[in-house]
């Protein structure tokens, strides 16, 4: 560790301050110490210094040694610093609020279709090719109103265009004010410290453009986006009235002035978006520094280390010895880690056994059944006795993969696959020896569940149906052998069985499948007119009951926001705004 004195830095200097305290520390002490001894009540001063003896050194040690680590720890806590690292320094896009002006004006069709028309697609352009940051859309009418707030995802806010219209606003007007009031409510909502408002408008007047500068002040920069032309077209106003509206650039000129954006009018490429620069956000930086990126690196934590040392003459004398003492003999002292050869001194038991499952889950699958056994064995755990029983009987070891599903159910009763299992290996030792395995083709070699990877779900494909030839069950690993005609079912190192015993088997197999998928009633294969055939007569009622309440729901967004800013609205009015 090099330390150029001559760069020497604090990081927080303010703490120094601390140091005040030193003398009041010590006097503190020198307080305490004279009312704490009990001769001083009882012994005249002038003999008391003739029968105290020793201590006195030890009691100035004490203190100076309060003193210097109350030092070092005030020093440590300033952020003593020598050199500078590079600091990634953070940036994040600034958030955009698009505010879209629904008033009965933009009915008007100056730009063909109409000016909605092209608002609709020049918002879809803009959530399309923006590239990055959070964007929000709020519609304004005689008030504004939030159709979605601040996020990532502007497909979740392209959803609503198609609904926009101004007969989803409950009162009409032109109130461009409110509009940026509440899109700097939603960036102040979000956190956000600074940006970006898009307000799309044929017009605005000087109430709009106060609003414009408050937001400027808070870091707002608002931008205007001209919707329409000088000569403009007719509409009908929400009275029923035939009125002419016209494009008024002069006054969005000076919204945009006054909240230090840019203004543009509606094109029909995407030259006034990127004019605008809403397409590529801006980059607001909480933490700017001068030069490269460069940052005082806090070198404060190498105090630590003595402070704590001399925190012990706290507790014990000659603490510092005994620290030394054990610093050196520790390396002797530590036991050999309990799991060394997985390279780690931190790795828990369950760790340990959890890795060994999973190995043992790929031995199996490839068919390697001595291998896994090698890694079941000694996992004392359901699942690690579950998989070494399979194990076991894979290689017809019947009465040693009894015994381990013993142990499973000892550990978890009543554990399905297990139960399973065991009865199947129990009928293959009666029929055959225990000492060697089936090779008849009419016994099925057990077991008929997959290996469980022992992830806090043993038995995991319990009440699963049976599964059929070259089918996995819904709980299996993915690439676990499925049963049927593989190597899995026709046990390890057997020759295969006459076509047609095995023939035979196979059609009884499938028999059994069938059976136990009409009893179970969870074929995933099954129609929805054999599920509903199924149905008691409650669930039949039931499911009725909820297609009919779906039916209901109106899938409509404009039906959605028009009740929705229909209840804003008279909340609103109860609130007196």
């Not at 203190?63 to 030092?71: E, H, K, N, S, Y």
Request: hydrophobic letters at 40%; aromatic letters at 6%; a positive charge.
């Amino acid at each position: 560790m090099n330390i150029d004195w001559n760069t020497l830095h604090l990081v927080r200097p303010q703490a120094l301050w601390l140091l005040l305290a030193l003398p009041l520390i010590a006097a503190l002490w020198y307080w305490r110490r004279r009312r704490g001894s009990a001769w001083h009540s009882a012994v005249d001063a002038h003999l008391l210094r003739h029968l105290l003896v020793a201590g006195g050194q030890r009691a100035w040690g004490g203190v100076i040694a309060l003193l210097l680590g109350w030092t070092l720890a005030v020093v440590a806590l300033a952020g003593p610093s020598w050199r500078q690292v590079a600091q990634p320094l953070w940036q994040s896009p600034a958030p955009l609020v698009v505010a879209l002006d629904l008033s009965s004006r933009v009915t008007a069709t100056d730009l063909p279709p109409s000016r909605l028309l092209q608002a609709r697609a020049k918002l879809a352009a803009l959530l399309r090719e923006r590239k990055g940051g959070e964007v929000a859309l709020l519609v304004y009418a005689d008030d504004a109103y939030t159709v979605a707030p601040l996020t990532a995802d502007t497909a979740n806010v392209a959803l609503y265009l198609d609904a926009l219209g101004p007969d989803v606003m409950p009162r009409d007007g032109q109130r461009a004010e409110r509009a940026l009031d509440a899109a700097v409510l939603l960036l102040q909502q979000s956190g956000a410290r600074s940006g970006d408002i898009l307000l799309l408008t044929d017009r605005a007047d000087a109430a709009a453009s106060s609003a414009a500068t408050a937001a400027r002040r808070q870091g707002v920069t608002v931008s205007v986006l001209g919707v329409g032309t000088p000569t403009g077209a007719a509409y009908r106003s929400g009275d029923g009235q035939i009125a002419q509206a016209r494009l008024d650039e002069a006054s969005l000129r000076a919204v945009a002035s006054a909240g230090g954006g840019q203004y543009a009018r509606m094109a029909s490429d995407d030259g006034d978006l990127r004019a605008l620069g809403v397409l590529t956000p801006k980059t607001s930086m909480d933490d700017r520094r001068d030069g490269n990126g460069m940052a005082w690196r806090d070198e404060g934590f190498w105090l630590l280390p003595p402070l704590m040392l001399l925190s012990l003459w706290a507790f014990r004398r000659r603490g510092l010895a005994v620290v030394l003492v054990a610093c050196l003999a520790a390396p002797l002292a530590l036991p050999t880690p309990a799991y060394a050869a997985e390279g780690t001194w931190w790795t828990r038991a369950d760790q340990v056994d959890q890795q060994a499952l999973a190995a043992g889950v790929e031995a199996y699958r490839r068919g390697d059944f001595k291998a896994a056994q090698a890694q079941f064995d000694g996992i004392d755990s359901d699942a690690g006795w579950y998989n070494l029983g399979n194990a076991l009987a894979r290689q017809g070891q019947y009465d040693a993969a009894i015994e381990a599903y013993d142990k499973a159910l000892r550990k978890t009763p009543g554990m399905p696959d297990a139960v399973a299992n065991r009865a199947a290996v129990d009928a293959a030792r009666k029929r055959k020896p225990s000492s060697a395995p089936p090779k008849d083709g009419q016994g099925k070699q057990p077991p008929t569940s997959p290996p469980s990877q022992g992830q806090g779900q043993p038995g995991k494909d319990a009440g699963q149906p049976p599964k059929q030839p070259g089918q996995q069950s819904p709980g299996q690993p993915p690439g676990t052998p499925a049963q049927g005609k593989d190597k899995d079912t026709q046990g390890a190192g057997n020759p295969d069985p006459n076509p047609a015993a095995q023939a035979q088997a196979d059609a009884a197999q499938r028999q059994q499948m069938q059976q136990a998928l009409q009893r179970q009633g969870k074929d995933g294969k099954d129609t929805p007119a054999q599920r509903q055939a199924a149905e008691t007569p409650q669930q039949r009622e039931q499911r009725q009951a909820v297609e009919a309440w779906m039916r209901r729901v109106p899938d409509d967004p404009g039906s959605l926001l028009r009740a929705k800013f229909q209840l804003e609205n008279e909340r609103r009015k109860r609130e007196g705004r």
